[in-house]
């Protein structure tokens, strides 16, 4: 059930919200510096961005001695604490703890190929790792929320995010290349970790508790990953269907 509504503080709120603005427009300034190959989708040139940014910390990474595995494992943790912090409702704490565990999770794969430890192994357990850290963290919303409507939408949400990777691995296991939509693993992350910011800086603004920026997100995010991985299902059906004609 969602807690009853708390002191505000409004000043607070004004602060969440100019800290985002100002992250979100110095991060949009260095991606606009960033020249990329014009075959390069939109959604290719942000992710080779944030990963050429993160590139930086790969070097300190490597002299701790900290394996991918590692990093894999961490993002499993820090998305563990996102789901008992949404739980406890401490929103703004979650909100970090999904923003981690989406960096680590660029970074693991990263620092694989850095050093050269690449393997099937891996690649199996990151993907294993990415779907139990999802399931955490929608639990703990539909803890928070409680009520039946919004852990339909929680679930639907899960269930969706769930099907876009699967109709991906399945895909690539029967030879076909998928990818594309509208909300994968990375969009899903920055949604999840700004819509939290912005939901307590709301209730603070408005001396609410309804969290209906979280609300309205976790709504869209239903919605859009299942038709992403509707989507990519009548992609790959199509394709099949050709290879099966020739």
């Known amino acids: 059930m969602l807690p009853p509504p708390v002191s505000c503080q409004p000043w607070l709120g004004l602060a969440i919200v100019s800290y985002v603005v100002c992250a979100v427009a110095l991060s ?3 991606f606009l510096r960033r020249s990329a190959p014009a075959s390069e989708s939109r959604r290719e040139t942000i992710v080779g961005w944030m990963r050429a940014e993160l590139a930086a910390l790969e070097p300190g990474l490597e002299r701790l001695g900290l394996s ?3 990093l894999t494992y961490s993002q499993l943790g820090f998305s563990a604490l ?10 703004f704490i979650g909100g970090w703890c999904v923003l981690v ?3 680590l999770d660029l970074l693991d794969g990263s620092l694989a190929r850095r050093t050269g430890r690449v393997s099937r192994r891996g690649a199996f357990l990151d993907s294993v790792s990415d779907r139990y850290a999802e399931c955490v963290t929608f639990v703990g919303l539909g803890i928070f929320f409680g009520t039946a409507w919004m852990v339909f939408v929680v679930a639907f949400g899960l269930f969706g995010s769930l099907m876009v990777s699967y109709t991906r691995a399945r895909a690539e296991g029967l030879g076909v290349e998928c990818g594309g939509g509208l909300m994968q693993r990375g969009e899903r992350y920055v949604l999840l970790s700004l819509s939290s910011f912005l939901s307590v800086a709301a209730n603070h603004l408005w001396c609410s508790s309804s969290h209906v920026v979280l609300i309205a997100s976790l709504i869209f995010m ?11 299902a009548r992609s790959v059906s199509s394709a099949l269907r050709d290879e099966d004609r020739r």
């Open 28 to 30: 949009m300034h260095g």
């Open 68 to 70: 991918p595995l590692a």
């Open 82 to 91: 996102a789901g008992l912090a949404y739980a406890w409702g401490a929103i």
């Open 101 to 103: 565990s989406g960096i």
């Open 222 to 232: 239903a919605v859009s990953t299942n038709l992403t991985a509707v989507s990519r």
